[in-house]
């Protein structure tokens, strides 16, 4: 995004550019679900596109949408959508790429296999991207509740001249334009999307809680203290920044913690954790951990599993488990306790 980046919203989408088209969405998982149904509900023809035997039929048509295999579905479509995990995509592609005809847009949520070069659209259609800045549960949850999602617009490969048209207007079915959608490039958005999970977002923010977490548990305080104060209340902390910035935090804590937060945050992300983000993005921007990542994958996902599972096991999940069932039961009873002053009212 640079400085002159341009922002839709509602109002710079025409619906015409959809509204008689077939959309595919291939995959119903986290993203597919959530494309599918705010389609669905815009009034959009939509087929979901699963592959014999996925577990994800049934839920799809129980949902009300037309399921058939990702070559089905993409034979009489319009507008592909590419909801699959990046690292099938390639493998789904070569099933549907023969009933791609020109003017057909294949139509993506993050750029890897188009940036990476593992997909290869023909010249005659359009390739875009809608890219909801956010998890697929919360893109449909937000388009329930009449809000918006805010949403990254590219277009790699204009064929018809439309692309960009057509995908606002796609935005604007799935609820982005609602909040806001911004216009970049499949490279940027590939980048800043694999360094943010990576070094921020996924990666960076629950290595912190677990160092911050292991840190207070080694020098004798209880693990359901170490929790509460390094994970629970992370929430808290984020939507206060979420809503108005850095400084929203500042203002809601003690002064107390804004002098402590302000001299000794830089103490822990210091400069080496700077340099280490450096080569994170480094390896983002030359390949090599979309490399790393598809060989993983070519091997059977051996380090992932073992990191997944040592993730599982860490001591602060069995603690959550416990601390957020007694939170959940308390809050059941407080609601409960309200009702009845209401009905007693
Ligand atoms: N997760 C997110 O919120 C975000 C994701 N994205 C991007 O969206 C895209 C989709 O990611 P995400 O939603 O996480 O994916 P998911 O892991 O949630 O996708 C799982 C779905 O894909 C189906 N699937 C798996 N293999 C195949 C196959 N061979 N043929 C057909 N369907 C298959 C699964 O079906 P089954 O039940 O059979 O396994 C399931 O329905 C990616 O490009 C991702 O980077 C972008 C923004 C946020
Ligand atoms: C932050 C993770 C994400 O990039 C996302 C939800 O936006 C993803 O790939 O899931
Ligand atoms: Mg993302
Ligand atoms: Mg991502």
Redesign the pocket.
Known sequence: MTDDASIYYDEDAQRSQIEDKTVAVLGYG?QGHAHAQNLADSGIDVRVGLKEGSSSREAAREDGLEVGTPKEVAAGADIVSVLVPDTIQPAVYEQIEEELEPGNTLQFA?GFNIHYNQIKPPEDVDVTMIAP???GHLLRRNYENDEGTPALLAVYQDATGEAKEEALAYGQAIGCTRAGVVETTFREETET?LF??QAV??GGIASLIKQGYETLVDAGYSPQMAYFECLNEMKLIVDLMYEDGLGGMWDSVSDTAEYGGLTQGDVVIDDHARENMEQVLEAVQDGTFAREWIAENQAGRPSYTQLRQAEKDHEIEAVGAELRALFAWAEEETEDEQEKVTADD
Request: aromatic share 0%; hydrophobic share 10%.
């Open positions: 986290s993050h800045k956010t998890p999307d943010g999970e977002l996924c």
